[in-house]
């Protein structure tokens, strides 16, 4: 079994009271942020992102120094956004991250805000995360008082300011342009893109959205420089990566692992394997929007990362690992999630609005034994005509573990739809 | 004369220092302001509606359609405490809806009652991010937002008694 030989994102397990602004500066906080302040040019920060080849941890995958390549220099201000939205079914990383590491994470929002020249940056936590958003505002203080946040930083011109928003119950909101339009006071509803938001943000201003773990790997990065960071993890997704392990699984948890580590490696040793002697049916990698994988021995010693996960038909979104025993019926399951979004979808497009609505009307009467195999077709038929066609990634999404599930464990809907069949 | 302004002066301040000061910055204000008016009356009033409304320089309509978007605000009076269980995938499958169901026959109640003393609304609720701590719910009251994870019926139970008591 690998293990990390220390964390780089959960810190504070091998260091105890890391969330003191002492202790973090006593194991080397804001080293980095005043060695970049001080002595770096923005555009090597990014530079030298771009060469650890560290990817969006929120689920997408995309390269993080590419993204702030794009930002438009020739529209002021900037704004940085911290994505802490954190809402996908089975995800849990980046609020053990907030509650336990929050200075290394605030680390990476100002590093970010440095490379684009960002004076502001916000960080959206979902409404949920309340007594969290009241822990970040007490440290972002604590960085005030101790100069490293605020007006002319470190005897430089550059100075910086963070707040926090909170969201108020809307899984949308972690969709980034739902979420420039909340922190703009309206209904988190997705815009039309492009453009994206390094050109068209937050107040129509050039705003670069990264998610909580993709910004808290920056100090490190920065500190101890690409070449040690590309030697975590394999060659085209590189570096450590939180997985959220739940479901029928004996140990859930966070786990920080090298990326490409395997399904089994995750599961068995780590987990602990299925409870109660159940044996491995599924596995959901990217929680609730994930496609359903028949858990073989094919799949088991799968790499998670970002090019294996899709050989294997699925991806490796925010590694929300959902473990799925023989206990579980399938249509129980996509009715569960199908619930989930229809309750999320934000009402803006029609393929999504309606979609999730009959899915879930269908979802409902084939798990509870009233559905024939007609309704599970025409269940098939609803998700396919959502694809392709929805505004954002919710509705595309919402569709992936119903077209998988039915073609995968077909024998699952035969069995729910028997007696209505016959 | 808005009387909301004259109350929370102060915190009404901060909150609209952490937005730019133009029009567009004040609009942002909206979503901490409803938080504000929520945690010191319960829910958001009409009377309430129209004086965010007027600090954030937008219509009372545009308010009121934040207020029903958002799963968290409420323009309605419930129990003191909501007591919201996550039963989405996660969690069911570590047992949150037979929990749930055992918890409301316990009370009395069913899913999305209050509890005839007007004090406890049990609500079954969306992904709260506790997934490997299943059981688990958040509490809603005047306090804030707390999460009570690894529960049982029982230990469920003692946490609504106390807050009975309270």
Redesign the interface.
């Known amino acids: 079994m690998t293990n990390m030989a220390e964390h780089i994102l959960l810190r504070h397990r091998d260091i105890p009271g890391l969330d003191q602004i002492q202790t973090y500066r006593q194991n080397g906080g804001f080293e980095a942020w005043k060695k970049i302040v001080t002595k770096m040019d923005p555009n090597d920060v990014t530079t030298e992102v771009k060469a650890s080849g560290l990817r969006g941890r929120g689920g997408a995958g995309f390269p993080t120094g590419l993204k702030w390549s794009f930002i438009d220099g020739q529209n002021w201000p900037h704004y940085v956004v911290a994505n802490a939205d954190e809402s996908e079914p089975g995800t849990f990383k980046d609020r053990e991250i907030m509650e336990s590491n929050p200075y290394q994470f605030l680390e990476g929002v100002a590093i970010c805000a440095y490379a684009v020249k960002a004076m502001d940056a916000y960080i959206y936590l979902r409404g949920e995360f309340w007594q969290i958003a009241h822990k970040l505002d007490n440290c972002i203080a604590e960085m005030n008082a101790a100069g490293v946040l605020g007006e002319k930083l470190f005897g430089t011109n550059f100075s910086l300011h963070l707040q926090t928003h909170l969201g108020a119950g809307a899984y949308i909101c972690g969709e980034e342009t739902a979420l420039l339009e909340s922190i703009e006071g309206k209904l988190g509803q997705p815009r039309l893109r492009p453009p994206f938001p390094p050109a068209f943000g937050i107040y129509g201003k050039p705003t670069i959205v990264n998610n909580v773990e993709t910004l808290t790997n920056l100090p490190l990065i920065i500190s101890r420089g690409a070449d040690w960071y590309k030697s975590i993890g394999t060659e085209k997704s590189p570096g450590p990566k939180i997985f959220s392990l739940s479901g029928c699984v004996n140990r859930p948890g966070n786990y920080e692992l090298p990326l490409g580590t395997t399904f089994r490696e995750l599961i068995f040793d780590h987990g602990r394997g299925i409870p109660e002697g159940r044996k491995i049916k599924a596995i959901m990698p990217a929680g609730a929007s994930s496609s359903m994988i028949i858990a073989n021995d094919e799949a088991l010693a799968t790499p998670m990362d970002y090019e294996s996960v899709p050989k294997i038909g699925a991806q490796l979104g925010s590694a929300s690992v959902i473990v799925i025993d023989d206990s579980v019926s399938l249509p129980w399951l996509l009715n569960k999630t199908i619930h989930f979004f229809t309750h999320e979808s934000c009402g803006k497009c029609t393929p999504c609005r309606d979609g999730t609505y009959w899915m879930m009307h269908l979802t409902e009467r084939i798990s509870k034994g009233e559905g024939t195999m007609n309704d599970v077709m025409l269940l098939q038929d609803v998700a396919n005509q959502l694809k392709g066609k929805c505004l954002c990634a919710l509705g595309e999404f919402s569709i992936e573990a119903v077209l998988t599930g039915i073609e995968r464990f077909p024998a699952d809907f035969e069995a729910v739809t028997a007696k209505s069949n016959s | 004369m808005n009387a909301l302004l004259e109350k929370h002066a102060d915190e009404i301040q901060v909150i609209l220092a952490?937005?730019?000061a133009d029009k567009?910055?004040k609009?942002?204000?909206?979503?901490?302001l409803?938080?504000l008016i929520q945690h010191d009356q319960g829910y958001i009033t009409k009377e309430a509606i129209r004086e965010i409304a007027e600090l954030?320089e937008?219509t009372d309509t545009e308010v009121a359609?934040?207020i029903g978007?958002?799963?968290?605000?409420y323009d309605q009076p419930s129990g003191k405490y909501r007591v919201q269980v996550c039963t989405?995938?996660?969690c069911?499958?570590?047992g949150a809806e037979d929990f749930l169901e055992k918890l409301c026959e316990n009370l009395g109640i069913k899913v999305g009652e209050t509890t005839p003393d007007g004090i406890i609304k049990v609500e079954a609720v969306?992904?709260?991010?506790?997934?490997?701590?299943?059981p688990m719910f958040?509490v809603q009251g005047p306090e804030?937002?707390?999460?009570h994870e690894n529960q049982t019926v029982d230990s469920a139970l003692e946490v609504i008694n106390k807050l009975r008591q309270g």
Request: hydrophobic share 40%; glycine share 8%.
């Open positions: 952490k937005y730019p567009a910055g609009r942002s204000a909206v979503m901490p409803l938080y954030c937008i359609s934040i978007f958002y799963s968290l605000y989405d995938l996660p069911a499958l570590r969306m992904c709260l991010a506790g997934c490997d701590k299943a958040q804030g937002l707390e999460y």
